[in-house]
Structure formats: C-alpha cells, structure tokens
C-alpha cells in the first residue's frame, strides 16, 4: 500500500450491518436511528458518459464539466438517486464511495449537483476543476479502481441529485474515466423524541454505546433535510435535535 493510503479506510469497512445504531447529521440536526436491512450496490465498470449515454474520452489536458452519474442502458435515470423519501415504509439512504481510473484523471464531485466543491483549505480560492486543481481532488492513488475508499466518503439521502467534473492530469493522451461505484442503501427505522426510545437517543449522543456517525453529504457542511424529509423521517412539526438537546433527553426514562 502506498504512503498515501495509510488511515485511508476502504469504504466497504465503514458499512453499518443490521440493527447499528447510527447519528445522522443534517445542517438542521441530527436524526438518531437503527439499520433494519442494508443492500451492497454497485456498478462496476462504469464510464463517463453524456446525457445521451455517449462514451466521453477527455482530451489531453482538458476539463469536462459536471455529469450526473447516468445509467448508460437508460439515461433518464440516475444510478443513485432516490425517488421518495422511504421504502416500504422505511426511511433509507445511500452510504458508499468511488474508485476511479486512470491514474491521470482528478474527479470533482458536487453534492449537491451545481453546489460548491468542497475540500479545499478555509483561507484560499474555490478549487477550479477547469484548471485542473490539484486540492482534494478523488484519484486513483487515494481511491483505487479495485478498492474504493473513505478518502471521499458520501451518504446520499433522498430526492437529491449529484455530480461531478473532471480533469484530464495526462499532457499527451486523451483518458475516458471508469469508476466503481460502490455503495450501501440502508432501509432504516428512525428514533422519534418523546416516545420510549429518548433513554436510546440521549445514549448515542453521549456515546456510552457504540453507534456510527455520518454526515448527510460531505465535505465542508451536511445537507439540509428540508420540510418534506422532516415530515416524513421525523413526524409533522418535529425538527432535527442538537446533541445536547439528544443527550438531555435520557432524563426522561
């Protein structure tokens, strides 16, 4: 393993299994729950290609603007989107990562679509994919093709497209990027304040039991959650808590 891939955690080692207790980090809040059922996904290879499902080679040197991730059989869909906010009357989300090859190619990835690029230091410039930046850009030396890592680790909630752009690193040859995407889709059951589960809430955000901690999104700031995820995860007129308004709420029980 190279130096660059030491405390880098390939992704599939961060997948919660059945009945984990997890936090979940909304810019609102957080959501504290269980795992009911989890799903492995993955689509391996797949290539960039354009709203029409063309097969795109970059040119030497050159940039791609933001794609969405198409499914290449029919490109209306998304391969990570989520339609509705639960299934089968749980509510569920994405948790995974991307390998990528070749080695010349810097992936940019946008969440959500259009939105700013995190990764960069606080105090310098937006990092401009056009441009090639070289500030916590997703390749192959830190999330290889074979092994994709945490080094970008996302969790994809419903209703929420993403992309990314691109940038071809290799001065001489054209490269067409070929990712594996692979993720985990957790159907969850989500924990309600004022009812028999505040003793479990107050617990995980104490962290005097063993729970997961993911941030909806990544990068500088979580997603917001929104009025409709709100009401269908959480229940009308319930909101997110802060950790200390989790953590008060074990005097209760």
Request: net charge negative; with cysteine; charged share 20%.
């Amino acid at each position: 393993m190279s130096e660059i891939l030491k405390g880098i955690i390939p992704i599939q080692k961060k997948f919660m299994q059945n009945n984990y207790l997890f936090a979940l980090q909304w810019r609102e809040g957080f959501c504290f729950g269980r795992t009911i059922r989890r799903r492995i996904t993955q689509y391996k290879p797949w290539s960039l290609i354009d709203s029409n499902g063309n097969v795109i080679d970059i040119a030497a040197s050159t940039a791609q603007a933001e794609l969405r991730f198409r499914d290449p059989r029919n490109t209306v869909n998304s391969i990570l989107y989520l339609d509705k906010t639960t299934s089968v009357g749980f509510p569920w989300f994405y948790h995974g990562a991307f390998g990528i090859k070749p080695q010349y190619i810097s992936m940019y990835l946008r969440f959500p679509e259009g939105d700013i690029i995190p990764g960069k230091f606080p105090n310098i410039d937006p990092i401009s994919p056009a441009a090639g930046n070289r500030i916590s850009d997703l390749n192959e030396l830190v999330s290889p093709y074979e092994q994709p890592t945490d080094y970008q680790e996302v969790v994809l909630p419903p209703l929420t497209e993403m992309g990314a752009e691109y940038y071809n690193q290799d001065a001489d040859r054209n490269h067409n990027p070929v990712l594996n995407i692979l993720f985990c889709l957790y159907w969850t059951q989500i924990f309600k304040p004022g009812t028999n589960y505040d003793n479990l809430i107050s617990r995980i955000a104490l962290r005097s039991i063993p729970a997961t901690y993911l941030t909806v999104g990544f990068g500088d700031h979580p997603q917001d959650m929104g009025p409709q995820m709100m009401q269908d995860w959480l229940g009308k007129g319930e909101e997110p808590l802060t950790l200390d308004e989790a953590a008060a709420l074990g005097g209760r029980y």
